[in-house]
């Protein structure tokens, strides 16, 4: 039930076990430009920007 609540709020959502990913919304999906299927199982700091990339504002 969850999934549909999670899946229907139109926010980039994600799951995170143990520093993997165990479940993406489609929203969180868009965000990032890969499919759900390729997201769940990957380890979340990789899909996290570099310090040096970060603009300071």
Known sequence: MYRTI???T??????VDDG???YA???FE???GHPRTSLV???FWD???DE???GSG
Not at 10 to 15: D, L, N, P, V, Y
Request: hydrophobic share 40%; charged share 5%; proline share 4%.
């Open 6 to 8: 999670v899946g229907n």
């Open 10 to 15: 139109g926010t980039a959502i994600m799951f």
């Open 20 to 22: 993997t990913i165990v």
């Open 25 to 27: 919304s489609t929203e």
């Open 30 to 32: 868009t965000c990032f």
């Open 41 to 43: 199982g990957q380890i």
């Open 47 to 49: 899909y996290l920007p």
């Open 52 to 54: 040096s990339d970060i």
